[in-house]
């Protein structure tokens, strides 16, 4: 015969409904008693059934997160702090990569990996509003990042203009007046790169500093980006004095082909980043960068979510969340 939750709750000492919520891994549990349920479940050989719980009770509690690229130190790093967070509510997060595929995005939205679970943190990079509204079922959504800005959805992201032009004017009162800007258009508006580069045009015209479109370049996300697009403006003979990369992996880059080519940092040109990942202090030299909240952004979105899935938050509308964010202040532009 089956050993069954009712055997383990008997072993234990303890009622069904801690060994569920140990099973659950609900984090407001004594160790002791958790140790207790743990020992029957292994002396019993107890397995749960997770395919019959959820058939039972309609839920999986796992949550789904739909990130472009796992490799990205970013992502990586929100990744973590999702799945901690979730933890800490009992819940799992099974995680998707779309690598920016359109047609991957939709498959999140709609096919098995939505039916596993409860709900979706999504970063859409390539499918539009009314692709994911029609897809949307009734399964809950939170939206991450800025691509998408619809009131229909849940929305948690960063305040990218804020931040640039406190980044921006950082740099100004160490007295750089040619900031070169990395992985931008000089005319873009949208998504991570125009809210900064409009933060960054922003903090200009506060301090009377004309716009100088030479001073920037666009490039893809990517170390590598970052050092060929420093390069084409090292090569080209712009002048500049800083340079803010709008994620740190770009002034990574570009800050590794100043040193390369022997241009002191910070004494000749600062460099400055966005994101406050993990490298960012240990280079060298340390990397002056914004720190956009990410602990407060996984926790409001894995608040969110969970908080529709259970019934919680009942606004008709979509709730738009921006978390704060600091100055991190270090070496290569003090």
Request: charged share 25%; glycine share 10%.
């Amino acid at each position: 015969m089956a050993v069954t939750m009712n055997d383990v709750a008997r072993v234990a000492g303890v009622s069904l409904k801690t060994v569920s919520n140990v099973l659950n891994d609900y984090e407001f549990i004594r160790p002791a008693t958790r140790q207790r349920v743990l020992d029957a479940i292994a002396e019993l050989g107890y397995e749960a059934n997770l395919t019959a719980r959820s058939l039972r009770s309609g839920k999986t509690r796992m949550l789904g997160l739909v990130l472009s690229d796992l490799s990205a130190p970013y992502y990586a790093e929100l990744a973590s702090r999702l799945m901690k967070a979730a933890s800490r509510r009992g819940y799992r997060v099974l995680v998707e990569q779309s690598d920016a595929v359109g047609e991957a995005e939709l498959n999140a939205l709609q096919g098995p990996f939505r039916q596993l679970t409860d709900g979706l943190l999504f970063t859409p990079l390539m499918v539009d509003a009314d692709s994911i509204a029609a897809r949307l079922g009734k399964k809950p959504l939170v939206l991450l990042g800025e691509h998408i800005l619809d009131p229909r959805f849940d929305l948690v992201t960063m305040k990218n203009g804020e931040a640039a032009a406190a980044l921006t004017t950082h740099l100004l009162a160490g007295g750089r007046r040619r900031i070169a800007v990395v992985g931008a258009y000089p005319g873009e508006s949208a998504g991570s790169a125009g809210l900064r580069l409009s933060g960054y045009r922003t903090a200009l015209d506060h301090a009377g500093i004309p716009f100088d479109p030479a001073l920037i370049a666009p490039c893809e996300w990517r170390r590598d980006g970052g050092a060929a697009a420093v390069a084409g403006l090292l090569d080209s003979g712009v002048e500049f004095d800083a340079v803010f990369g709008l994620n740190d992996v770009l002034a990574l880059g570009a800050m590794h082909e100043l040193l390369i080519r022997g241009v002191r940092i910070p004494q000749e040109v600062a460099v400055a980043g966005f994101d406050d990942i993990d490298e960012a202090r240990f280079a060298a030299p340390s990397l002056t960068t914004v720190s956009p909240g990410m602990e407060e952004i996984a926790e409001r979105s894995i608040g969110l979510l969970i908080d529709r899935i259970e019934g919680l938050a009942m606004e008709e509308q979509g709730v738009q969340v921006e978390a704060g964010f600091q100055l991190k202040v270090r070496e290569s532009a003090p």
